[in-house]
């Protein structure tokens, strides 16, 4: 159901709000030095992710056909497709563990909220800036070594028309080069929401998120990287209903 300009200002209001909260929580612990990883998960991410969904009255079905399952001390990468703002807070209510974005650096810049992603252990990339760039994806490593899974959306932005996109490299240079187990995920139904570069909310949207079959990127080379991009986008395209 379309949102009518009154649950529009409303929907907006209460999602900066939300998001302004764990902002100011994450830097006031993060000054006093009791922030903790296992806090910002549990406490303020998934916290943060299912009033925003509540807001917007949207419910998640989770499929994981593969029964995946995330071994401690390996890295983990989760791709997706990108459909709309909305699959932030799904990837992180609907997968397991110390989940973080890799994600442009002009969201950094934000005041405050800028702050707070990167004191919460976000991850920022230039995409503009190829010698920054490679500095950034050193850092994702070390990140990724700590026990973070990162969430990288390959195609680098939002899809404008609900398809997948063309893939970016560095999150596969960065799979290959860690040795990590890439776990594809589909996201359908998230552009109905929120759709690209739109204030046009539905509120009581059904998405569905689909897990697929782990791909072990340590199998690969940085030579035939192409072809883990073709698997990835393969298995993402069959999930998210495209193939």
Same mark, same amino acid.
Request: proline fraction near 4%; charged fraction near 25%; aromatic fraction near 10%.
């Given at each position: 159901?379309?949102?009518?300009? @009154? ?13 302004? $909260? ?15 990883? #296992? ?6 991410? $998934? ?26 001390? $390996? ?14 807070? +799904?990837?992180? *209510? ?10 442009? *650096? ?24 190829? #010698? ?6 050193? @850092? ?19 899809? $404008? ?6 893939? *970016? ?13 890439? +776990? ?6 998230? #552009? ?52």
């Amino acid at each position: 159901m379309k949102a009518s300009l @009154f649950q529009k200002i409303r929907i907006m209001i209460l999602s900066i709000y939300v998001t302004l $909260r764990i902002t100011v929580i994450v830097l006031y612990k993060v000054y006093r030095g009791t922030y903790k990883r #296992e806090y910002g998960d549990i406490q303020l991410l $998934r916290w943060w992710s299912s009033k925003l969904l509540e807001i917007v009255k949207t419910s998640c079905e989770v499929s994981d056909q593969y029964k995946v399952k995330f071994e401690p001390r $390996r890295p983990y990468i989760i791709m997706s497709n990108h459909r709309s703002h909305y699959d932030i807070p +799904i990837i992180f *209510k609907a997968l397991p563990g110390s989940i973080r974005m890799l994600t442009k *650096k002009e969201l950094f810049n934000i005041p405050l909220w800028g702050r707070g992603m990167k004191a919460g252990e976000f991850i920022s990339i230039d995409r503009h800036n190829q #010698e920054q760039a490679f500095k950034d994806l050193a @850092f994702a490593k070390e990140k990724l070594m700590s026990g973070i899974r990162l969430w990288i959306a390959p195609e680098g932005t939002r899809s $404008r028309d609900a398809k997948l996109g063309s893939f *970016k490299k560095g999150g596969f240079v960065l799979a290959i080069q860690t040795g990590a187990t890439i +776990i594809p995920v589909g996201i359908s139904g998230s #552009e109905k929401i929120l759709p690209a570069d739109t204030f046009d909310f539905s509120i009581g949207q059904k998405v569905q998120v689909a897990i697929g079959k782990p791909i072990d990127a340590s199998q690969y080379t940085l030579e035939n990287k192409d072809a883990l991009m073709e698997d990835v986008r393969k298995s993402i395209a069959q999930l998210a209903g495209e193939a």
